[in-house]
C-alpha cells in the first residue's frame, strides 16, 4: 500500500460522477469516492460516477463490479515518486531518482530523464490501460520541489509534467486523466484532464503530529481561490479532499455539505484513504459483518452457526445482507466504520484460535464501528476491551441466585421464563452511559446486567436470549429485530426488499423432481408426474418451476427401464406454457459437503445407513454432471427447444459448496432452495424463519422462502395432510412483519396419496385469495441476488439514490420517513401501505431518486398490480404513460388519486373507487395505460 505527498502535505484523492468530460459542468458535478485499501467495498465504490482506487488492490472481477452501475474506475499513478512498495518487471534506472521522501518509503524522480519518462508510461500506464482502466488519478505532481523548489530547475520540471501529461494523452486519447494539484500547469493542460482534486480545505490532518484539525484560515483562502479557478476558469470539477477522525461520521457528513456548499465537489475519509467516506452521496452501508468461529461449526459451515440461523434473517428485515469471516482467519485491516453497518458474533464456547480477535474488535469499535455480541463472546471482555465498553465481567453466577428485577421492551419478545442452567457469565456496569435492558439481581443485593446496549453496540449474553423447551421448542426472549437495530444504531433509510413489488406479495410455485418415478396410491395407480400434471399443473395455471431428478428418469439413472414411459410425461409438463424447466440433479445429492469428486455413488454411508446420493451403477460423483450434465440431458431429451433449464433447485440437506455455486452461475443458472422456514401456530417463533441467503465466496446461494411439505408431513410419515398448516406460515410470515413472499414448495410424491393432494389443492386455493404477484423461482431469484447488491445513498441534497434495481423494485419506508414525493422523485412508480408496511414501487429501470415528504401523494400513482412494469414515463405531475405485464394471470391494476383524471388503457375494464381506478383485462399484460390530469 502507498500514499504519496505533495510538498510534506497528504494526497488528495478522488472519484466522479462522468465517464465523459464534458459531463463533469459545475452544474452537475460528479459524485467522487476514494479507497486506496486492500479489501475493496465495490457494492459501495460503484454507487460513485468516479472511483479513484490502487489498483494492484483490485482483481478483475472486483473491477468489473466497480462498473456495474456506470462508474469510471480510476487508477492510481505516482507521476514524481517511485513507491517502495511497488514492483516492476522492470526496475528503474536508479539515475533518474534524485532524493527520498522518508515519510512515504518513496524515491523521487527527475521528470525531465527521458528513461523515467519512457518507464512511467510503458511499466505503469500501458498495463494499467491493457487492465481496463479508462482513468487515471495523477499523483506526486510536484514532489520534484523537494530537489528543485524554485527558479529554473522547478520550471524545467513542470516543462517535463506538461510533455508526459501530453504523452499519456498522445499515446492513450480516450484515457481521462484527474490531477492531484499541479495547479502550476493547469493553464497548459486543462484540455487534457476531467477534473483536479486538492487535499485539506476545511479540515486536514498532520503526519508528523498525526492530529486531524481545522485548515488555517490562510491556507483555506489559498485553496479556495486555486479550486474556485479550476472550477470557473476551466469548467472543470474541483474536488476537495478533507480529513476527519473515523469515529465521527457527522463531522464527516457536515465537512462535506459545506465543502459542497462552497461549490466543489467533496470527499471526507480519513488520510490513509481506506475507510468509506462521504462525497456527495454517502454510501450506505448494507452489509453486516458476521464473524463465526469455523473450526467449532459443525461441518465448518456456516449455515450451521447460530448468527446465520437466527440473526441473518432480522439483519435482513432490516434491510441488511450477511457478510461472514471464519473469526480464526486474518480479519480486515482497512477501517470498516462506514463500510458494514456493523459486526455481529454469536459463538457458542470461547475461542481458541489466533489471540489477533480482541485487538482486532477494539481497535475497529474504537474507530466506530459498532458490534452486537449475542451469546458467549468468545473472549473476556476485560482489559482494554472490557474498559472500552464499560462492563466488568463476572463470572461463575449460579442461576438459582438470579432474580431478574427489570426489563424493558427488548426482552420478553416470545416468552421470558428465568432460565434454570449452570453457572453464567453477566456484567457488572461501569459506565453510566450503558442501557441495561435486563437486570437482574443475586443473593448479595448485587446487580447485573446480560443484555446491554450503548455507544459502542450491544450485548445480549448467554442463556437470556432464547427459553428452549426441546431441541425443536425454541423462543426468543430477545427481541432480535430492536436488538439489531438499538444495538448497531441502524439509521432511518429506505430498506430494500425482496418480498413484494407493485404492493403485492410475490407468489412463487417449485416442484422439486424426487418420486417422479413412483406409483399414486389411487384407481390405476398412475405415476405422480401423471397424476401432478393432470391435477395440479393443467388446473392451477399459475407460473411454476419444475425440475426432474435425471437418475429417477433417464436411461442411464436406477431405472432405465421405466425411462421410455417417464420422459413423454416430463416432456408433456415442460411444453405447458406456465411451467419453468428446471434441473434437481443427476443424482440428487443428500449430503452436499460429505460427497467428494469421484466417489463411487452409494457408497458413503450417514450414521442414518442412508446414501449421500441416489446409488445410481457404476455414477462416480462429479459436481459438473450434478449440474451441467442433467441440465444437458432436459434440454436434449425434455424441455421445449425455446425452453431450456433456467434454474437448479438444490437436493437433500441443500447446502451445495461453493464450486456448484459457480458451476451454476458459468451456466446462467439461477438456484434455489434451502433455509427451513416453517413457523406454524403451534410453534409460533421467528427462530423458524430462515434467512434468504447464503453467501458463499462471491456466489449467492437462494434458499427457498418457505420449506416443502417434508417439514409439515414428518417426511410424509404422517399426517399426509399436513402441508396444509404452510398457509399458517404464509401468515406469519406476514404479518406483523412481511418477512417472506409465498411460495408453494411440494414434491411429485404429494400425488401419492388422496390426503397429500388434498393438502395441495387447499394450499393453492387460499393463495388465490391472496393479493400476489406471481413469478417463476427464477425471477426471484434474480430479485434475492439483486437485493443484495442493491445500492442505497443518502445525497447532500436530501434525498436518496437508488442504483441496480432492476430486478428488486421494492423499498419498504420506516414511518418516521413519511412517504415518496413523487413530484420530485425519479424511477419511483407509487407506494402502497398495507397492514405490513409502507411500500415503494420502483419503476424497474436500474436506477431511482427518492424523495420523501410527510404528505400522502396527491398525484396519480400505482398503488396496487399483480404484474410488473415494462415500461414507464412521467412526463409531468399530472401525466403517465406506462405498461405492464402478468405471468400467465390476467393482469390487474389500481391507481391511486386519480380523481381529477382521465385513464385510458385499451382491453380493460375500467372501475372508480374512492378517488382510485381499478383495471382488470382479460390478458395478462397492458401494452399501455395512460393518465391525464386537470392542473389542480
Given at each position: 500500500?502507498?500514499?504519496?505527498?505533495?510538498?510534506?502535505?497528504?494526497?488528495?484523492?478522488?472519484?466522479?460522477?462522468?465517464?465523459?468530460?464534458?459531463?463533469?459542468?459545475?452544474?452537475?458535478?460528479?459524485?467522487?469516492?476514494?479507497?486506496?485499501?486492500?479489501?475493496?467495498?465495490?457494492?459501495?465504490?460503484?454507487?460513485?460516477?468516479?472511483?479513484?482506487?490502487?489498483?494492484?488492490?483490485?482483481?478483475?472481477?472486483?473491477?468489473?463490479?466497480?462498473?456495474?452501475?456506470?462508474?469510471?474506475?480510476?487508477?492510481?499513478?505516482?507521476?514524481?515518486?517511485?513507491?517502495?512498495?511497488?514492483?516492476?518487471?522492470?526496475?528503474?534506472?536508479?539515475?533518474?531518482?534524485?532524493?527520498?521522501?522518508?515519510?512515504?518509503?518513496?524515491?523521487?524522480?527527475?521528470?525531465?530523464?527521458?528513461?523515467?519518462?519512457?518507464?512511467?508510461?510503458?511499466?505503469?500506464?500501458?498495463?494499467?490501460?491493457?487492465?481496463?482502466?479508462?482513468?487515471?488519478?495523477?499523483?506526486?505532481?510536484?514532489?520534484?520541489?523537494?530537489?528543485?523548489?524554485?527558479?529554473?530547475?522547478?520550471?524545467?520540471?513542470?516543462?517535463?509534467?506538461?510533455?508526459?501529461?501530453?504523452?499519456?494523452?498522445?499515446?492513450?486519447?480516450?484515457?481521462?486523466?484527474?490531477?492531484?494539484?499541479?495547479?502550476?500547469?493547469?493553464?497548459?493542460?486543462?484540455?487534457?484532464?476531467?477534473?483536479?482534486?486538492?487535499?485539506?480545505?476545511?479540515?486536514?490532518?498532520?503526519?508528523?503530529?498525526?492530529?486531524?484539525?481545522?485548515?488555517?484560515?490562510?491556507?483555506?483562502?489559498?485553496?479556495?481561490?486555486?479550486?474556485?479557478?479550476?472550477?470557473?476558469?476551466?469548467?472543470?470539477?474541483?474536488?476537495?479532499?478533507?480529513?476527519?477522525?473515523?469515529?465521527?461520521?457527522?463531522?464527516?457528513?457536515?465537512?462535506?455539505?459545506?465543502?459542497?456548499?462552497?461549490?466543489?465537489?467533496?470527499?471526507?475519509?480519513?488520510?490513509?484513504?481506506?475507510?468509506?467516506?462521504?462525497?456527495?452521496?454517502?454510501?450506505?452501508?448494507?452489509?453486516?459483518?458476521?464473524?463465526?468461529?469455523?473450526?467449532?461449526?459443525?461441518?465448518?459451515?456456516?449455515?450451521?452457526?447460530?448468527?446465520?440461523?437466527?440473526?441473518?434473517?432480522?439483519?435482513?428485515?432490516?434491510?441488511?445482507?450477511?457478510?461472514?469471516?471464519?473469526?480464526?482467519?486474518?480479519?480486515?485491516?482497512?477501517?470498516?466504520?462506514?463500510?458494514?453497518?456493523?459486526?455481529?458474533?454469536?459463538?457458542?464456547?470461547?475461542?481458541?484460535?489466533?489471540?489477533?480477535?480482541?485487538?482486532?474488535?477494539?481497535h475497529q469499535m474504537r474507530n466506530g464501528l459498532r458490534a452486537a455480541i449475542v451469546g458467549n463472546p468468545g473472549v473476556p471482555l476485560a482489559g482494554a476491551l472490557?474498559?472500552?465498553?464499560?462492563?466488568?465481567?463476572?463470572?461463575?453466577?449460579?442461576?438459582?441466585?438470579?432474580?431478574?428485577?427489570?426489563?424493558?421492551?427488548?426482552?420478553?419478545?416470545?416468552?421470558?421464563?428465568?432460565?434454570?442452567?449452570?453457572?453464567?457469565?453477566?456484567?457488572?456496569?461501569?459506565?453510566?452511559?450503558?442501557?441495561?435492558?435486563?437486570?437482574?439481581?443475586?443473593?448479595?443485593?448485587?446487580?447485573?446486567?446480560?443484555?446491554?446496549?450503548?455507544?459502542?453496540?450491544?450485548?445480549?449474553?448467554?442463556?437470556?436470549?432464547?427459553?428452549?423447551?426441546?431441541?425443536?421448542?425454541?423462543?426468543?426472549?430477545?427481541?432480535?429485530?430492536?436488538?439489531?437495530?438499538?444495538?448497531?444504531?441502524?439509521?432511518?433509510?429506505?430498506?430494500?426488499?425482496?418480498?413484494?413489488?407493485?404492493?403485492?406479495?410475490?407468489?412463487?410455485?417449485?416442484?422439486?423432481?424426487?418420486?417422479?418415478?413412483?406409483?399414486?396410491?389411487?384407481?390405476?395407480?398412475?405415476?405422480?408426474?401423471?397424476?401432478?400434471?393432470?391435477?395440479?399443473?393443467?388446473?392451477?395455471?399459475?407460473?411454476?418451476?419444475?425440475?426432474?431428478?435425471?437418475?429417477?428418469?433417464?436411461?442411464?439413472?436406477?431405472?432405465?427401464?421405466?425411462?421410455?414411459?417417464?420422459?413423454?410425461?416430463?416432456?408433456?409438463?415442460?411444453?405447458?406454457?406456465?411451467?419453468?424447466?428446471?434441473?434437481?440433479?443427476?443424482?440428487?445429492?443428500?449430503?452436499?459437503?460429505?460427497?467428494?469428486?469421484?466417489?463411487?455413488?452409494?457408497?458413503?454411508?450417514?450414521?442414518?445407513?442412508?446414501?449421500?446420493?441416489?446409488?445410481?451403477?457404476?455414477?462416480?460423483?462429479?459436481?459438473?454432471?450434478?449440474?451441467?450434465?442433467?441440465?444437458?440431458?432436459?434440454?436434449?431429451?425434455?424441455?421445449?427447444?425455446?425452453?431450456?433449464?433456467?434454474?437448479?433447485?438444490?437436493?437433500?440437506?441443500?447446502?451445495?459448496?461453493?464450486?456448484?455455486?459457480?458451476?451454476?452461475?458459468?451456466?446462467?443458472?439461477?438456484?434455489?432452495?434451502?433455509?427451513?422456514?416453517?413457523?406454524?401456530?403451534?410453534?409460533?417463533?421467528?427462530?423458524?424463519?430462515?434467512?434468504?441467503?447464503?453467501?458463499?465466496?462471491?456466489?449467492?446461494?437462494?434458499?427457498?422462502?418457505?420449506?416443502?411439505?417434508?417439514?409439515?408431513?414428518?417426511?410424509?410419515?404422517?399426517?399426509?395432510?399436513?402441508?396444509?398448516?404452510?398457509?399458517?406460515?404464509?401468515?406469519?410470515?406476514?404479518?406483523?412483519?412481511?418477512?417472506?413472499?409465498?411460495?408453494?414448495?411440494?414434491?411429485?410424491?404429494?400425488?401419492?396419496?388422496?390426503?397429500?393432494?388434498?393438502?395441495?389443492?387447499?394450499?393453492?386455493?387460499?393463495?388465490?385469495?391472496?393479493?400476489?404477484?406471481?413469478?417463476?423461482?427464477?425471477?426471484?431469484?434474480?430479485?434475492?441476488?439483486?437485493?443484495?447488491?442493491?445500492?442505497?445513498?443518502?445525497?447532500?441534497?436530501?434525498?436518496?439514490?437508488?442504483?441496480?434495481?432492476?430486478?428488486?423494485?421494492?423499498?419498504?419506508?420506516?414511518?418516521?420517513?413519511?412517504?415518496?414525493?413523487?413530484?420530485?422523485?425519479?424511477?419511483?412508480?407509487?407506494?402502497?401501505?398495507?397492514?405490513?408496511?409502507?411500500?415503494?414501487?420502483?419503476?424497474?429501470?436500474?436506477?431511482?431518486?427518492?424523495?420523501?415528504?410527510?404528505?400522502?401523494?396527491?398525484?396519480?400513482?400505482?398503488?396496487?398490480?399483480?404484474?410488473?412494469?415494462?415500461?414507464?414515463?412521467?412526463?409531468?405531475?399530472?401525466?403517465?404513460?406506462?405498461?405492464?405485464?402478468?405471468?400467465?394471470?390476467?393482469?390487474?391494476?389500481?391507481?391511486?388519486?386519480?380523481?381529477?383524471?382521465?385513464?385510458?388503457?385499451?382491453?380493460?375494464?375500467?372501475?372508480?373507487?374512492?378517488?382510485?381506478?381499478?383495471?382488470?383485462?382479460?390478458?395478462?399484460?397492458?401494452?399501455?395505460?395512460?393518465?391525464?390530469?386537470?392542473?389542480?
Amino acid at each position: 500500500m502507498a500514499y504519496s505527498v505533495l510538498r510534506g502535505m497528504l494526497l488528495t484523492l478522488v472519484v466522479g460522477a462522468s465517464a465523459l468530460a464534458q459531463a463533469a459542468a459545475p452544474s452537475a458535478p460528479p459524485s467522487v469516492a476514494f479507497y486506496y485499501g486492500n479489501d475493496v467495498p465495490t457494492e459501495l465504490l460503484s454507487q460513485f460516477d468516479w472511483i479513484v482506487v490502487e489498483a494492484a488492490n483490485v482483481d478483475e472481477h472486483q473491477y468489473d463490479q466497480l462498473t456495474q452501475h456506470g462508474g469510471q474506475p480510476f487508477a492510481y499513478l505516482s507521476v514524481g515518486e517511485l513507491d517502495g512498495w511497488r514492483n516492476s518487471k522492470n526496475p528503474v534506472d536508479e539515475s533518474v531518482l534524485m532524493t527520498r521522501n522518508d515519510a512515504w518509503n518513496s524515491q523521487v524522480a527527475d521528470l525531465t530523464a527521458p528513461e523515467w519518462q519512457r518507464w512511467l508510461i510503458e511499466e505503469h500506464v500501458r498495463p494499467l490501460w491493457e487492465a481496463g482502466y479508462r482513468g487515471l488519478f495523477l499523483d506526486t505532481l510536484d514532489s520534484y520541489r523537494l530537489f528543485a523548489p524554485d527558479g529554473d530547475d522547478a520550471r524545467r520540471q513542470q516543462e517535463a509534467l506538461v510533455a508526459i501529461i501530453a504523452r499519456i494523452k498522445r499515446q492513450y486519447p480516450d484515457i481521462q486523466l484527474i490531477m492531484n494539484r499541479g495547479f502550476e500547469i493547469l493553464d497548459r493542460v486543462h484540455d487534457d484532464v476531467v477534473g483536479v482534486a486538492a487535499e485539506s480545505l476545511y479540515r486536514g490532518w498532520n503526519p508528523a503530529t498525526k492530529v486531524y484539525g481545522d485548515v488555517p484560515d490562510d491556507d483555506q483562502a489559498w485553496l479556495y481561490d486555486h479550486l474556485a479557478r479550476v472550477r470557473n476558469d476551466y469548467q472543470l470539477p474541483a474536488i476537495a479532499i478533507d480529513y476527519v477522525p473515523a469515529n465521527n461520521r457527522s463531522l464527516a457528513r457536515q465537512t462535506a455539505e459545506r465543502i459542497s456548499d462552497a461549490g466543489f465537489v467533496p470527499w471526507v475519509s480519513v488520510p490513509q484513504l481506506n475507510q468509506m467516506g462521504v462525497g456527495l452521496i454517502e454510501a450506505m452501508p448494507r452489509r453486516v459483518l458476521i464473524l463465526f468461529d469455523k473450526a467449532k461449526t459443525e461441518a465448518g459451515e456456516l449455515a450451521y452457526s447460530n448468527a446465520h440461523r437466527y440473526l441473518a434473517m432480522p439483519l435482513e428485515y432490516l434491510g441488511y445482507g450477511a457478510e461472514y469471516r471464519d473469526v480464526n482467519e486474518p480479519l480486515p485491516s482497512d477501517l470498516l466504520h462506514g463500510r458494514y453497518a456493523g459486526v455481529v458474533t454469536w459463538f457458542d464456547e470461547s475461542l481458541t484460535g489466533p489471540p489477533h480477535y480482541p485487538p482486532w474488535l477494539l481497535h475497529q469499535m474504537r474507530n466506530g464501528l459498532r458490534a452486537a455480541i449475542v451469546g458467549n463472546p468468545g473472549v473476556p471482555l476485560a482489559g482494554a476491551l472490557g474498559s472500552f465498553m464499560g462492563v466488568r465481567e463476572v463470572n461463575g453466577l449460579a442461576s438459582a441466585s438470579l432474580t431478574p428485577l427489570a426489563h424493558d421492551e427488548l426482552v420478553d419478545f416470545e416468552g421470558f421464563p428465568p432460565p434454570s442452567l449452570p453457572p453464567q457469565t453477566s456484567y457488572e456496569l461501569i459506565d453510566g452511559a450503558l442501557t441495561s435492558h435486563l437486570t437482574l439481581g443475586d443473593d448479595r443485593d448485587r446487580r447485573f446486567s446480560p443484555i446491554l446496549t450503548g455507544s459502542w453496540g450491544g450485548l445480549a449474553s448467554y442463556p437470556w436470549v432464547f427459553q428452549q423447551a426441546s431441541e425443536t421448542q425454541i423462543r426468543w426472549n430477545l427481541d432480535p429485530f430492536a436488538f439489531l437495530q438499538r444495538a448497531l444504531a441502524l439509521p432511518e433509510m429506505p430498506i430494500a426488499d425482496a418480498t413484494t413489488e407493485n404492493g403485492a406479495r410475490y407468489w412463487m410455485t417449485q416442484i422439486d423432481g424426487d418420486a417422479f418415478v413412483s406409483r399414486a396410491d389411487m384407481p390405476g395407480t398412475p405415476f405422480t408426474g401423471e397424476l401432478m400434471l393432470s391435477d395440479i399443473l393443467q388446473r392451477y395455471r399459475v407460473p411454476t418451476t419444475v425440475s426432474v431428478i435425471e437418475g429417477e428418469i433417464g436411461p442411464q439413472g436406477l431405472y432405465p427401464e421405466k425411462s421410455t414411459t417417464l420422459e413423454p410425461i416430463a416432456r408433456r409438463i415442460f411444453s405447458l406454457p406456465w411451467v419453468e424447466v428446471a434441473t434437481h440433479t443427476f443424482s440428487h445429492p443428500f449430503e452436499w459437503e460429505s460427497l467428494q469428486e469421484n466417489d463411487l455413488a452409494g457408497q458413503g454411508k450417514t450414521l442414518a445407513n442412508f446414501n449421500y446420493n441416489l446409488p445410481i451403477p457404476n455414477y462416480r460423483f462429479s459436481l459438473r454432471r450434478e449440474i451441467e450434465g442433467s441440465s444437458d440431458y432436459i434440454n436434449r431429451e425434455l424441455a421445449p427447444a425455446d425452453k431450456p433449464v433456467n434454474v437448479i433447485l438444490w437436493t437433500g440437506n441443500a447446502l451445495p459448496p461453493v464450486e456448484a455455486l459457480a458451476i451454476a452461475d458459468e451456466l446462467g443458472l439461477r438456484n434455489l432452495n434451502g433455509g427451513n422456514t416453517s413457523v406454524t401456530r403451534s410453534n409460533p417463533t421467528m427462530t423458524d424463519v430462515s434467512p434468504m441467503l447464503r453467501p458463499l465466496g462471491r456466489y449467492l446461494q437462494v434458499y427457498a422462502p418457505q420449506i416443502n411439505e417434508n417439514v409439515y408431513t414428518n417426511n410424509m410419515l404422517g399426517p399426509l395432510w399436513g402441508y396444509r398448516r404452510a398457509i399458517e406460515t404464509y401468515q406469519l410470515t406476514d404479518q406483523p412483519r412481511r418477512l417472506k413472499p409465498i411460495d408453494i414448495y411440494y414434491h411429485f410424491y404429494s400425488a401419492a396419496s388422496p390426503g397429500a393432494l388434498r393438502a395441495l389443492h387447499e394450499v393453492y386455493d387460499y393463495v388465490l385469495t391472496q393479493e400476489t404477484l406471481p413469478l417463476y423461482a427464477s425471477a426471484w431469484s434474480d430479485v434475492a441476488s439483486q437485493w443484495y447488491h442493491t445500492g442505497i445513498a443518502k445525497r447532500l441534497d436530501g434525498g436518496w439514490q437508488i442504483k441496480g434495481a432492476n430486478h428488486m423494485r421494492t423499498l419498504r419506508l420506516p414511518p418516521a420517513m413519511g412517504w415518496p414525493d413523487l413530484e420530485r422523485s425519479d424511477g419511483v412508480a407509487g407506494v402502497r401501505e398495507i397492514a405490513s408496511g409502507r411500500y415503494v414501487a420502483l419503476t424497474g429501470g436500474g436506477n431511482a431518486t427518492l424523495f420523501t415528504t410527510s404528505a400522502r401523494p396527491r398525484t396519480p400513482h400505482l398503488r396496487h398490480a399483480n404484474g410488473r412494469i415494462t415500461t414507464w414515463h412521467s412526463r409531468s405531475p399530472g401525466e403517465l404513460s406506462f405498461s405492464l405485464a402478468a405471468e400467465q394471470v390476467p393482469l390487474k391494476v389500481e391507481l391511486a388519486a386519480t380523481d381529477n383524471c382521465q385513464v385510458s388503457a385499451p382491453g380493460a375494464r375500467i372501475t372508480q373507487r374512492d378517488g382510485a381506478t381499478l383495471l382488470a383485462f382479460v390478458r395478462a399484460d397492458a401494452e399501455r395505460i395512460e393518465v391525464r390530469c386537470a392542473k389542480r
